[in-house]
């Protein structure tokens, strides 16, 4: 049994169909490849996060068959995207799943797009927004959010997309401000996003799925 740091977390990891995913990176990856490389940074941040000692269960909401039979495989519960809404929709679902049995499950919204996530650094993060009912972590660019964290059955409300990091303060939540955790900030939409990311060093399946990419120059 996995000893806990503060409350077993459940971490609600959205990830849209695969052919849709990471349409930015499509200068880098092409069409063929992008599918992949965006299967390979959800396989990377599952591990990693299922790896910290403070999460309890990944809760992957997907209706991509793939991604759902490669991430179950991995230890992550696969919650269908029954709204069918978009983001913001999918993560209320997954918090909901998890509450539906445990209704002050302390959840949180991560991206799947972070293959250079640590699970010392999402301990951290995590150590302190179990301090705070709801709590937030801006991304790298201090505009977007990569975590969105609620305790003691606090709604989650997630606000992702673009600026998300001004509506999730507007809404109450409280900014996770930790030095140190590059890895938890770092998601990847586009090329330099994937060059800082190799720069802090990503997981495995990220890393073979690069050097699969001739158009790419790390």
Do not use: Y
Request: charged share 20%.
């Amino acid at each position: 049994m996995r000893t806990t740091d503060g409350p077993g977390w459940s971490l609600i990891v959205p990830l849209k169909p695969l052919r849709l995913a990471k349409s930015r990176l499509a200068d880098v990856a092409g069409d063929a490849a992008r599918p992949s490389l965006a299967l390979a940074f959800a396989e990377d941040t599952v591990a990693a996060a299922l790896a910290c000692a403070s999460v309890r269960e990944v809760v992957v909401v997907t209706d991509d068959p793939l991604a759902g039979g490669r991430l179950a495989r991995a230890g992550a519960r696969v919650v269908p995207d029954a709204p069918g809404l978009g983001l913001n929709a999918a993560l209320a679902h997954g918090a909901a799943a998890v509450r539906a049995a445990l209704p002050d499950a302390a959840v949180a919204a991560l991206n799947a797009d972070l293959p250079a996530l640590r699970s010392a650094e999402l301990l951290r993060v995590l150590r302190a927004a179990s301090e705070q009912a709801r709590s937030f972590l801006a991304d790298a660019a201090g505009v977007g959010t990569t975590l969105l964290a609620a305790t003691g059955g606090a709604e989650l409300a997630p606000a992702f997309g673009g600026a998300s990091r001004a509506r999730h303060l507007a809404s109450g939540a409280a900014e996770l401000l930790l030095d140190g955790v590059p890895g938890v900030r770092r998601d990847v939409d586009t090329a330099a996003d994937l060059r800082a990311a190799l720069a802090l060093g990503v997981g495995p399946r990220t890393a073979a799925g690069v050097r699969r990419l001739t158009a790419f120059a790390a």
